[in-house]
Nanobody
Framework: QLQLVESGGGLVQPGGSLTLSCTAD????????MGWYRQFPGRMREFVAK???????DYAAVVRGRFTVSKNAAGDTVYLQMDRLKPEDTAVYYC?????WGQGTQVTVSS
């Protein structure tokens, strides 16, 4: 079982930036898909961003151009850089490294 620990959530003003981190308890190598989902109250998790095993990235239309998913060189941390945040980005963000999930971190965008 791969353990994933998320950090970096919090309160930010509209237009601001946050970087979420998702650190695994061991290095992640090979053709493994990883990424981020988010969940609004009372709704199912929705796709945000992913990085495929061969390094390709994909984003939900509502975040494309504002969010960036990446992995560190050591292979144990996945990031979500979030820029130009909007109030509608407020949600609990979950990282995943297939098929494992992090515990979620709250992001609140409000003035």
């Amino acid at each position: 079982q791969l353990q994933l620990v998320e950090s970096g959530g919090g309160l930010v003003q509209p237009g601001g930036s946050l970087t979420l981190s998702c650190t695994a308890d061991r290095s992640i190598f090979g053709d493994v898909e990883m990424g981020w989902y988010r969940q609004f109250p009372g709704r199912m998790r929705e796709f945000v961003a992913k990085r495929t095993g061969d390094g390709l990235t994909d984003y939900a239309a509502v975040v494309r151009g504002r969010f960036t998913v990446s992995k560190n060189a050591a292979g144990d941390t996945v990031y979500l850089q979030m820029d130009r945040l909007k109030p509608e980005d407020t949600a609990v963000y979950y990282c995943y490294v297939k098929p494992h999930w992090g515990q979620g971190t709250q992001v609140t965008v409000s003035s």
